[in-house]
């Protein structure tokens, strides 16, 4: 599944196109992907301009000139085709590794100065949905995320708000969304290790006796954002059902330190660690049990 740096990558090459144009037509090929499309679909977007193009976690939300926000989810295998004046670019560059097969194309959106953006899902985990703007901080889908973890509200002391007296180990409180929106397994694994801490350090230890942040908090945010900004200025990771349009691949798995490096030596000068390999809350952690206290 796309993480968050994906998502990012995809949105920064979709808003050029679609950011100031307006919908001149809609083709819906089925009646819904993992969930069933909005009712109403063609009626609510054809006419309406596209006024922005944000990230929320791992959503990519386009607001329209009704008011209304369009939410995408890619879920496993969801990418987007643009084809414009006759060329054709996939934004973000990740598509399945058999190809992106037209049978899948399951929705196209057609803009009045003739491109189309097709959304190719085999898998059909992804979703879109409707919902008034100035509702969606409420809606189902936004209402209890974290912090974002490229925004500003992600400081030291909101981190150490959340973990203090929790007894919940390091990995499995910066996955839950709750916390910390949009931040998979992928780089919690590397932000850990960026970081010297742990997967296995209770959560609450982020806090001083006083509850307020540690040293080690302030480096586990400055982390998370680094890892993070370093994962989008590479193109994000390329695992699984994901490679780029060209052939070539993502390239920061290339930069991975401990993610599926069970087995190697560490990458700190030095060390002289093996990373291992854990389970965490169901997901695979990997980590230097000499450098990560």
């Known amino acids: 599944m796309p993480e968050l740096p994906e998502v990012e990558t995809v949105r920064r090459g979709l808003a050029p196109v679609l950011v100031g144009s307006r919908i001149a037509g809609l083709d819906a090929r089925r009646p819904d992907l993992r969930f069933p499309l909005p009712e109403r679909f063609g009626e609510r977007l054809i ?24 939410v995408m989810h890619l879920g496993m295998t969801g990418r987007f085709t643009v084809v414009q004046d006759g060329f054709v670019d996939r934004p973000g560059e990740y598509i399945h590794e058999t190809g992106p ?25 992804g979703f879109m949905v409707m919902m008034p703007h100035a509702e969606q901080p409420e809606h189902a889908l936004f209402r209890k995320l974290g912090a974002e973890p490229l925004g500003a509200e992600l400081t030291d002391t909101y981190l150490t708000r959340r973990a203090l007296g929790k007894k919940v180990n390091l990995k499995a409180f910066l996955m839950d969304q709750h916390v910390v929106a949009g931040l998979g397994n992928i780089y919690v694994s590397e932000a850990l290790f960026q970081s010297g801490l742990s997967p296995d350090r209770l959560a609450g230890t982020l806090a001083d006796r006083r509850g307020g942040p540690t040293r080690k908090a302030g480096k586990l945010v400055d982390a998370i954002k680094d890892v993070l900004e370093r994962a989008i200025e590479a193109g994000g990771s390329t695992l699984r059902d994901y490679r780029s349009a060209d052939g070539t691949k993502g390239t920061f798995q290339e ?3 401990v993610y599926d490096r069970a087995g190697t030596a ?19 952690t990997f980590y230097c049990p000499r450098c990560q206290r």
Do not use: M, W
Request: hydrophobic share 35%.
């Open 47 to 70: 006419g309406q301009d596209i006024i922005r193009l944000e990230r929320r976690a791992k959503y990519l939300i386009a607001t329209l000139s009704s008011g209304e926000d369009l």
């Open 266 to 284: 560490c990458v700190t000068p030095r060390c002289g660690g093996v990373i291992r390999r854990a389970v965490h809350a169901g997901r695979a």
């Open 255 to 257: 930069r991975f330190s």
């Open 101 to 125: 097969n037209p049978t899948h194309d399951h929705v196209v959106l057609h803009l009045s100065n003739g491109t189309q953006v097709i959304y190719n899902d085999p898998r059909r985990f």
